[in-house]
């Protein structure tokens, strides 16, 4: 089993700028690439952004590429996700997720390819 857990979420004005954490415990972090999702009211959740397991890949959603940074700090069991020029249209809920995957096309876009999900943390964008 493991743990995730997110925070850092919180109130911005458009334009401004929020790091989530994820910080990850249980079975060994390092093992398993990983992801941010977010979920807004009404809507499925989508994809974000990426990070294979040492951190030297990432892989970013259209819609953030170019604001948004994911790292890791394995020795920390730690992933961010840095988030700057934020608009209305990234209000939702953010997740953290963790999946067991490696090689070429490292990198998974769908819920179902996660096997482990933190509680989410809440980012609301005002005009």
């Known amino acids: 089993q493991m743990q995730l857990v997110e925070f850092g979420g919180g109130l911005v004005q458009a334009g401004g700028s929020l790091r989530l954490s994820c910080a990850a415990s249980?079975?060994?972090?390092?093992?398993?690439?990983i992801g941010w999702f977010r979920q807004a009211p009404g809507l499925q959740r989508e994809f974000v952004a990426a990070?294979?397991?040492?951190?030297?890949?990432?892989y970013y959603a259209d819609a953030v590429k170019g604001r948004f940074t994911i790292s890791r700090d394995n020795a920390k069991n730690m992933v961010y996700l840095q988030m700057n020029s934020l608009n209305p249209e990234d209000t939702a809920v953010y997740y953290c997720a963790a999946t067991f995957s490696g090689g070429s096309n490292w990198y998974r876009i769908r819920t179902y390819e996660y096997d482990y999900w933190g509680q989410g943390t809440q980012v609301t964008v005002s005009s």
């Open positions: 990070i294979s397991r040492t951190g030297g890949l990432t």
């Open positions: 249980g079975r060994t972090p390092s093992n398993f690439a």
